[in-house]
Antibody, heavy 127, light 111 residues
């Protein structure tokens, strides 16, 4: 049974870089059709997609965060990572990693779904 | 402000049926498939519906999804107190700001 687990510091200072890792167990990160994504949820608010990566290293990011986000993958460790630079209090949130099943129809429509999620990790930005 | 619009809250009595709407545009729901997620208090979201109306293994048939034009709907029948949760719709947005998008979420209260 595939499982995802986030890890990283729970407290980051303003202007510094937030770094998180997601470890995939019970299956390979190098599966075709699946991307791997990061989603965050500020306290009391909704979900915000941050970005996604394929095992080959191909990435795409939320345009509103793109200038500050880097997502990378390490297939040898079955992990993928998130770096968010120049953080402020607005980046305080629960950060989730998830598997993204992405399918393109012949018409070019996306049939995407985050089908497996990690438990999430709270990151607070504060001095 | 979310790209997809959901009602902030809905409520119904145990045993009853409830629907949750998700409104978008031609750049997202209108031309892509919709998924739905359930987030129980203090837990991670869980996939309920994918590709508009398909349920993953283990999701009871009390949960259903549909899509028409630029809107999608999640239906829950035979409501149980354990269904109290936040529900989110999601899809791909093909606009200039392309990427995965979510609705703002709907809090379901089972009275």
């Amino acid at each position: 049974q595939l499982q995802l687990q986030e890890s990283g510091p729970g407290l980051v200072k303003p202007s510094e870089t937030l770094s998180l890792t997601c470890t995939v167990s019970g299956g390979s990160i190098s599966m075709a059709t699946y991307y791997w994504g990061w989603i965050r949820q500020p306290p009391g608010k909704g979900l915000e997609w941050i970005g996604s990566i394929y095992y080959s290293g191909s990435t795409y990011y939320n345009p509103s965060l793109k200038s500050r986000v880097t997502i990378s993958v390490d297939t040898s460790k079955n992990q993928f990572s998130l770096k968010l630079s120049s953080v402020t209090a607005a980046d305080t949130a629960v950060y989730y990693c998830a598997r993204l099943r992405q399918t393109l129809t012949p018409a070019g429509d996306h049939a995407d779904a985050f089908d497996i999620w990690g438990q999430g990790t709270m990151v607070t930005v504060s001095s | 402000q979310s790209v997809l619009t959901q009602p902030p809250s809905v409520s119904a009595a145990p045993g009853q049926k409830v629907t949750i709407s998700c409104s978008g545009s031609s750049s997202n729901i209108g031309n892509n498939y919709v998924s739905w997620y359930q987030q129980l208090p203090g837990t991670a979201p869980k996939l309920l519906i994918y590709e508009n109306n398909n349920r993953p293994s283990g999701i009871p048939d009390r949960f259903s999804g549909s899509k028409s034009g630029t809107s999608a709907t999640l239906g829950i029948t035979g409501l149980q107190t354990g269904d109290e949760a936040d529900y989110y719709c999601g899809t791909w947005d093909s606009s200039l700001s392309a990427g995965e998008v979510f609705g703002g979420g709907t809090k379901l209260t089972v009275l």
